[in-house]
């Protein structure tokens, strides 16, 4: 069986860290996906879907370091789903992705950029080093690749 989710979005907000008692930390940031198509009238349409997303542990500090609001970023991980009772005593559902891989795909804003494309950093919590796969036809913004031309 596999559970497997792969994204390729912007950050709605800087990612929220918080630590548990353990010592462990989690990271909690949104990302927006965009996809347009045209309706029936040929009017072009845009739809942004919202995920959340979280990291853990080493994950989370680097993401606290290095990921801002508006970064176009790679997300992988695994789609989970949670529930708990509000303090009105009534049940909530929530979805998120547990990312356990991202990639930062353009230069920071603002001082401090990566010298090349090639040297952003990219972090995993899998074993065997922290790189992630460049993902095939990532060019500038998400609605403009070759990806959009993909039959599914």
């Given at each position: 069986m596999l559970n497997r989710v792969t994204l390729i979005g912007r950050l709605g907000k800087d990612p929220e860290v918080r630590r548990l008692?353990?010592?462990?930390?989690?990271a909690?940031?949104?990302?927006?996906?965009?996809?347009?198509?045209?309706?029936?009238?040929?009017?072009?349409v845009d739809t942004t879907e919202w995920h959340?997303?979280?990291v853990w542990r080493s994950l989370a500090e680097i993401a606290e370091k290095f990921?801002?609001?508006?970064?176009?970023?790679?997300?992988?991980?695994?789609?989970?789903y949670r529930e708990y009772t509000d303090k009105d005593n009534v049940?909530?559902?929530f979805t998120e992705i547990v990312a356990n891989d991202f990639r930062m795909l353009e230069r920071k804003e603002g001082g401090g950029?990566?010298?090349?494309?090639?040297?952003?950093?990219a972090f995993?919590?899998?074993?065997?080093?922290?790189?992630?796969?460049?993902?095939?036809?990532?060019?500038?913004?998400?609605?403009?690749?070759p990806a959009d031309d993909l039959p599914f």
């Open positions: 008692e353990s010592g462990a930390a989690v909690k940031f949104t990302l927006a996906t965009s996809e347009s198509y045209k309706d029936k009238d040929g009017n072009k959340n997303v979280v990921l801002k609001k508006g970064m176009l970023i790679y997300v992988e991980g695994k789609l989970t049940k909530k559902f950029s990566f010298p090349s494309a090639a040297d952003e950093p995993s919590n899998r074993g065997g080093g922290t790189s992630v796969p460049e993902p095939a036809g990532v060019m500038g913004d998400v609605g403009d690749s």
